[in-house]
């Protein structure tokens, strides 16, 4: 087996970050963020990454709460990119279209290509009931969803998942299309799931499991959200699910992805599984 990868990048997924009591009947503890974000960091500042990835879900709630989360990121020494969550806009309404902008994001989704690789990160909250302003159409098409998966028996039509609209789903199609004839690989990011079926996935995961299965260059697609992680595979692409930071009092979840010519290596820590994913 190839010894050195072509590259290695760090994941969080849900620090979510705030000053509150613990929620025992969750078994989160929001306010220990801060604590397991910094050993986190030193974690990943012994390793040589490209960058390091947090899939949504930096804070619980509160505006303030960025204040005192994203300080702690200036101590990483590699680059840094976020996704948002659906609890990252649990913020007054005010803040709500300047949550990207607050933690530095070029857009709500955005990709960039590394030594053969394509990531495309997805903003998963676009059609939700809590991104948008009160009486913005998106919500009413969220509540639309989420009646319409309720009736046909689905158990993922809740009020804390979301969905891409059409516009970013017609822009994924044209990235994936475009890795394609690039040569490149490419590894989805987003806060929701979309396989294996849960609680927590996407409003809309059918029609998106339904794009990625005709692009066999897409050898993985990573998320938060379901902080008690998952796992799954279809049509030849992998489906992480990172466990979520915030859970317990006394064990963190991160890992370190190593990719390689024939496989990806994800390097558990804390609750976080080990994996060997090997490539097509």
Do not use: C
């Not at 997924?13 to 397991?36: G, W």
């Not at 990252?88 to 005010?94: I, L, Q, R, T, Y």
């Not at 809309?204 to 897409?218: C, F, K, Q, Y």
């Amino acid at each position: 087996m190839q010894s050195a990868p072509l590259f290695r990048f760090g994941v969080i997924a849900d620090p979510q970050y705030a000053d509150l009591e613990p929620n025992l009947a969750l078994n989160r503890y929001p306010a220990d963020s801060l604590l397991k974000l910094r050993a986190a960091i030193d974690e990943f500042n012994r390793h040589d990454l490209a960058f390091v990835v947090t899939l949504g879900d930096i804070i619980d709630r509160e505006w303030k709460s960025f204040d005192a989360v994203l300080p702690v990121y200036e101590a990483l020494r590699h680059p840094r990119h976020f996704l948002l969550g659906n609890h990252d806009f649990v913020v007054g309404a005010e803040h709500l279209a300047t949550v990207p902008a607050r933690v530095g994001m070029p857009a709500a989704n955005y990709d960039f290509v590394l030594s053969g690789y394509r990531f495309i990160a997805l903003d998963g909250n676009e059609i939700s009931v809590f991104a948008s302003p009160e009486g913005d159409p998106r919500r009413q098409q969220a509540k639309d969803m989420m009646l319409a998966l309720e009736n046909a028996g689905a158990p993922n039509g809740q009020r804390w998942n979301g969905a891409i609209g059409d516009e970013q789903y017609d822009w994924l199609a044209a990235k994936l299309t475009a890795a394609k004839l690039a040569g490149e690989r490419v590894i989805v990011m987003n806060h929701y799931p979309v396989f294996p079926d849960d609680a927590h996935n996407a409003l809309n995961s059918d029609r998106m499991l339904a794009l990625l299965a005709e692009h066999d260059h897409v050898v993985a697609y990573l998320n938060g959200h379901n902080h008690a992680g998952n796992f799954g595979v279809s049509d030849g692409t992998y489906f992480v699910n990172f466990k979520g930071m915030v859970d317990t009092q006394d064990t963190s979840a991160y890992a370190i992805v190593s990719v390689y010519e024939d496989r990806l290596e994800i390097t558990g820590f804390g609750r976080e599984t080990d994996r060997t994913l090997m490539l097509r």
